[in-house]
């Protein structure tokens, strides 16, 4: 398995070298000429000036430095103990799940994780890259299977950490504020605190440098040299994440660092072992101060216009699509859409089946549920009573849940990768980021102009990823990988915001979460009004859905215009994202399973398929907003994370499948 980065010259070292230096004292000496002074006048005057100085600015410079090395030496061990090049906290899951174990510890013991919010983070960092090499193991530590399990325990650690927050209120607010990466401070405590595990990572890396060179080789070549191959990667991994984690438990997620590092240096000529474990940290401790600098230097008064770590995940999504050609995978998810385990004989009889099975589910979500002496069956007066609750909230879940299911459809045919799906394309994140950007132009906007923005965004975002993946031929790990990029950056928008803990950061949250509890008339007419508007052109449209998968080629030699076919169903499926987003949130991977549902109960052609996934979406997701409500009675837990927590680990069963795996030439 191959996947370091293409060679290049070192033309560019002694420029790197002067520049980044050079931009951090520059950025440095302007933060302290305009930092804002508490006006002259007398002594207590200079004395808090003095204050504010050594206590703030300068701990948090030193702390920047600090954990921006921690971050690239943690980067660049991961890297290269798993030949690598886009292994990083952020994209393993370890920054997810060490902030899943923070929030759950200082949501339910606050005052225990004062004494051991490190072992937290790192016990939750090192069961989340656990899972995920878990996942990969089979594949070889493929990189791309790798990024997609990183993807999803991600996801699923985010989710359980935003049920977590809103469960706890305002206090568990501010740890989303905490997580989203400050570097603000009031002493020397966090650089005490952080600067000897540098030291002593530091050090252990040094003693790694001769195995982390032989794990270089293949997995024989490295035992013919007598390294125990198995520990020795355990403990690098180790020690990768304890410094990941480190930083995680004193400042919070800094996104993207640890990924940012390496690349930097092997750009500007760094290309053995050791020298990227000297270049990597430096390059690491520069950028994030000077990312550091200009978020308070771009910020109104002394106030940081974003915590450091959402403007450092910015960098993520466009160096993830500038790796894209270094990373070459042994294994990828299957061209062609996979193979019904079964074909039907009666697919007609099997979706008359499938809608009276869709029949009873809505029934029983509108009739049956908990109450105080156990559960009931409502009928007649009761009914009628909690009519006017259930109906909208069931009818908002199905119609999201059915365009979810559509929209995914088209993105497996458009793209002929039966693992595409909108949250998996970052089409979900995208519509985050339109939504994002009206939050911060107007304010609080309506319902329409919400709406109109997060389809522009989930459109660019599905154009976007076309557009890079066309230039590889719609190779699939590289159109997943397209789609982690973009999703990233569109997330870092929405992280920027949230951040600053006002009331749009509260309306972003409640998004993200996916909660149908105040769904009314707006939101079920809007469901069931674009269900049929945006679906009804689809039976028009099968013959470009049956031919697209087969590529650009043959589909051109068909006769089938397939830039005009491609963003025409582009617009369908991005419109249908945004507005099923806009009502249960980004993070129900419904898009994902509804075809594979389909797929696997045997339907096979397009239009056999799309009715299904239409009734498959809409059921599961239904059935996910009554188990939301039941599951912890009388407490609720919001339908995109509930559907997240169902869409996730089927997605791990999907990768782990042979089925979908063919080897990649």
């Known amino acids: 398995m191959v996947s370091r980065a293409k060679p290049v010259g070192n033309a560019g070292t002694p420029v790197f070298a002067i520049l980044l230096p050079v931009l951090c004292i520059a950025a440095f ?8 002074e508490v006006p002259q006048g007398d002594a207590d005057a200079a004395m808090l000036n003095g204050v504010l100085l050594w206590n703030s600015i300068m701990p948090r410079a030193m702390l920047a430095l600090i954990a921006g090395a921690a971050l690239g030496l943690s980067g660049t061990l991961l890297q290269r103990v798993l030949r690598n090049p886009i292994a990083d906290a952020s994209t393993l899951g370890i920054a997810s799940g060490a902030e899943l174990a923070m929030t759950a510890a200082m949501g339910f013991s606050p005052l225990l994780i004062g004494f051991s919010r490190e072992i937290a983070a790192f016990g939750g960092g090192l069961a989340a890259v656990a899972i995920v090499l878990a996942l990969s193991w089979r594949r070889g530590l493929d990189p791309v299977t790798i990024a997609l399990s990183g993807l999803i325990v991600s996801l699923i650690a985010s989710a359980l950490s935003v049920t977590l927050i809103l469960s706890r209120g305002e206090y568990a607010m501010s740890i989303h504020i905490w ?9 020397w405590n966090g650089v005490l605190s952080l600067a000897p595990r540098l030291a002593l990572g530091f050090a252990a890396a040094l003693l790694l440098v001769r195995p982390l060179r032989i794990l270089a080789l293949d997995d024989s070549g490295a035992r013919s040299l007598g390294l125990a191959l198995h520990s020795t990667r355990l403990a690098i991994v180790a020690l990768a994440v304890w410094l990941a984690a480190s930083v995680t438990a004193e400042v919070g997620v800094i996104g993207f660092v640890g990924l940012a590092a390496p690349a930097i240096a092997r750009f500007a000529g760094a290309r053995s072992t050791g020298k990227l474990m000297l270049t990597a940290p430096l390059t690491g401790a520069g950028l994030l101060f000077l990312t550091d600098c200009l978020t308070q230097i771009l910020g109104p008064g002394f106030t940081d216009l974003a915590p450091t770590g959402a403007a450092t995940a910015l960098l993520g999504g466009p160096l993830l699509l500038c790796l894209l050609p270094s990373v070459h995978s042994v294994s990828a998810v299957a061209a062609q859409s996979t193979a019904a385990l079964n074909r039907l004989t009666k697919p007609l009889l099997a979706l008359g089946a499938l809608f009276t099975s869709f029949a009873l589910i809505f029934a029983v979500v509108l009739t049956l549920g908990p109450a105080e002496d156990g559960w009931h069956i409502a009928t007649g007066s009761l009914f009628s009573d909690l009519l006017p609750f259930r109906l909208p909230r069931t009818i908002v879940a199905a119609g999201a849940g059915a365009m979810l299911a559509a929209a995914g459809f088209i993105m497996q045919r458009v793209t002929g990768n039966p693992i595409a799906g909108p949250e998996v394309l970052g089409v979900s994140s995208g519509a985050g980021a339109g939504l994002t950007v009206a939050l911060f132009l107007f304010g609080f906007p309506s319902p329409i102009i919400m709406l109109l923005a997060m389809a522009l965004g989930a459109l660019a975002a599905f154009l976007a990823m076309i557009a890079i993946s066309a ?22 928008i929405v992280t920027m915001v949230l951040a600053q803990g006002d009331m749009r950061g509260y309306i972003l ?21 674009s269900l049929v508007v945006l679906t009804a052109p689809l039976p028009f449209l099968s013959r470009w859905l049956t031919i697209l998968p087969l590529g650009a080629g043959p589909s051109r030699a068909i006769g089938l215009h397939v830039g005009a076919s491609r963003l025409a169903l582009a617009v369908l499926a991005a419109l249908m994202t945004a507005i099923a987003s806009f009502l249960v949130g980004p993070l129900s991977l419904t898009g994902l399973i509804a075809p594979h549902l389909a797929r696997l109960a045997g339907f096979r052609a397009p ?23 039941v599951v912890i009675y009388p407490y609720q837990v919001p339908v995109g994370l509930f559907a997240a927590l169902i869409g996730g680990p089927y997605l791990i069963w999907l990768l782990s499948r042979k089925e979908v795996r063919q080897r990649c030439g």
């Open 179 to 187: 997580g989203a990466g400050s570097l603000s401070q009031q002493d």
């Open 607 to 629: 239009g056999q398929q799309l009715t299904a996934s239409l009734l498959f979406g809409a059921g599961v997701l239904m059935a996910a907003d009554w188990l939301s409500r």
């Open 509 to 529: 949250l409640t998004w993200l979460s996916g909660s149908t509890n105040r769904a009314g008339a707006f939101e079920a007419w809007t469901a069931i009004v």
């Open 471 to 492: 230039r590889t031929q719609f190779s699939p790990e590289r159109m997943l990988l397209a789609g982690v990029g973009i999703g990233a950056f569109a997330m870092a």
């Open 29 to 36: 000496a302007l933060l302290i000429v305009k930092r804002p």
